[in-house]
Structures are given as C-alpha cells and as structure tokens.
C-alpha cells in the first residue's frame, strides 16, 4: 500500500510540471492558398515584421520666408554731371554725329551738335569745303511762331586738335552759336559773341547769337527764353570759327518750342 500511494504522488507531479504538448505538424489552413515563404532578410534568418519607408531625397531649403517686403521702388533718376556725349580726346568719324528733329509745340526734343558743326552752312545742302566742316544740327520749328528754350546743354569741344576742351559757354570756338532762317534768308550774319545773360534773347533772322548753355548764368540761372523772328522756319545749331576739320567732341541738348 505504500508503494501504491508513493506511485500516485510521484504521477501527479508529473502531470503538473509537465509542458503542454503540440502537434508536430503545422495547423490546418482554411484558405487552401500555399504557405508564404520567407524571402530576402527574413531568409537569412532575420526577423519578421514590419520594414521601414524607403528614405527620399528631400527639396533643397530655401531659407527663411521674408514677410511684409515694401513694393519695390523706381530707380533714382541719374544725376547731372559733366558728362561727354561725344569723347572730345578721340578722332571723329568722317561722317557728322549730330543729328537733327522737328520741333512740335511743348514737346521737347534731344539733338546732339558736332564739334565741327559749321554755322554758316546753315540752310546749305553741304559744308563748306574750304572750312573743312560738316552741316549743323537742323531743328525744324513748329508753324505759329513763339519761342524756344534750350537747357541740359552737356558735353565739351576742342578747336583745331590743340586747345583744351571747352564748354558750351566758354570764350572761343566751343562756344555754342544758333542762327534761324527761313524759306528766302539772305546770307547768314555773323552777329554778337558775347554771352548772353538776359532772360530773353531777341536775335535778328540771319544773324548768329550765343546759345551757350541755355542758362543767364554759366551753369546756373534760369533757361533763356529765345524769341524766334518772324518768317523763321528753322534754327540751326553749331559752332563759329576759321576751320573745322580738326575740331573734336560736341554737346548734346534738350529744345523744347513754345507758343509763348
């Protein structure tokens, strides 16, 4: 008997103790689709589950977002300086860098003169060979008469490829010269070379007078006004000398016509 019982607890403890127990085979698949089988990493042994996103390569930063910026201003306009629209140190082309305009009433117009503009071949179909010059710049005037202004006069000429570059205003053959003509001018007068300092200038038909810079002052003042005389239908702009083959440089200037 108590061999029997020792047995009986010996058994017991034995069913305690023990691991549950599993079918060796694999369970029952329902859906009749094969077994997944592992493929890649899971291959090689290592562990399943979820992988990671790939990794994209991402936009370049484009820095800090600027808030509030104030509309963008118009450019500053360039300042006034003795500028040289023609280079009075360089030799000048055979053919004449001024150019010429038709004047409409209070609209301005810009022309540039020649340093070898020859005044008295104003209203000629050429310069005259002998002073060696080209034709000046021609501004056709507007019908109803009035009078004219002329200002931003800029830039510099030299006379006979010797002197220092002079102004429009300077004494000598730099000395910006206007005459106007009109359809039966006689011949062109040379008139007064003296600087003008009036407000207003009252030049003779035919007859040259000092233009200069357009100012009562050299480089200051206000713009002259230049009456223009009756029958006058152009105003021609250039220069007063002996020769003008070697001159050099030139000006460039704004002319505006007026009723008044």
């Not at 094969?34 to 589950?49: H, K, L, Q, S, T």
């Not at 006379?159 to 000395?175: A, L, N």
Request: charge should be negative.
């Amino acid at each position: 008997m108590k061999s029997l019982a020792v047995a009986l607890l010996l058994a017991a403890c034995s069913n305690v103790d023990a691991p549950p127990q599993f079918p060796t085979s694999p369970p029952p698949n329902p859906s009749g689709e094969p077994p997944n089988e592992a493929v890649g990493p899971e291959a090689a042994g290592a562990p399943m589950g979820p992988t990671a996103p790939e990794s994209t390569p991402s936009a370049p930063d484009p820095g800090p977002t600027v808030v509030g910026n104030a509309p963008a201003r118009p450019p500053e306009p360039p300042a006034i300086t003795d500028s040289m629209p023609i280079d009075p140190t360089k030799p000048m082309p055979a053919d004449t860098l001024g150019t010429n305009a038709s004047l409409t009433v209070d609209q301005p117009a810009s022309v540039m003169v020649d340093g070898r503009a020859d005044i008295f071949s104003a209203a000629a179909t050429a310069a005259d060979k002998g002073r060696g010059g080209v034709l000046p710049t021609q501004l056709a005037l507007a019908t109803g008469g009035g009078v004219v202004r002329v200002r931003g006069v800029s830039g510099k000429t030299t006379c006979g490829g010797k002197s220092e570059p002079g102004g429009p205003d300077d004494v000598g053959c730099s000395r910006l010269i206007g005459v106007f003509v009109g359809v039966k001018t006689a011949k062109l007068r040379h008139g007064s070379d003296e600087l003008g300092t009036k407000q207003e200038l009252r030049p003779a038909l035919g007859e040259t007078f000092v233009v200069g810079d357009g100012l009562t002052g050299t480089g200051t003042g206000d713009i002259q006004t230049i009456a223009i005389p009756k029958g006058a239908t152009k105003l021609y702009l250039g220069y007063a000398g002996d020769t003008y083959g070697t001159n050099a440089g030139g000006v460039s200037a704004i002319v505006t016509q007026h009723a008044k």
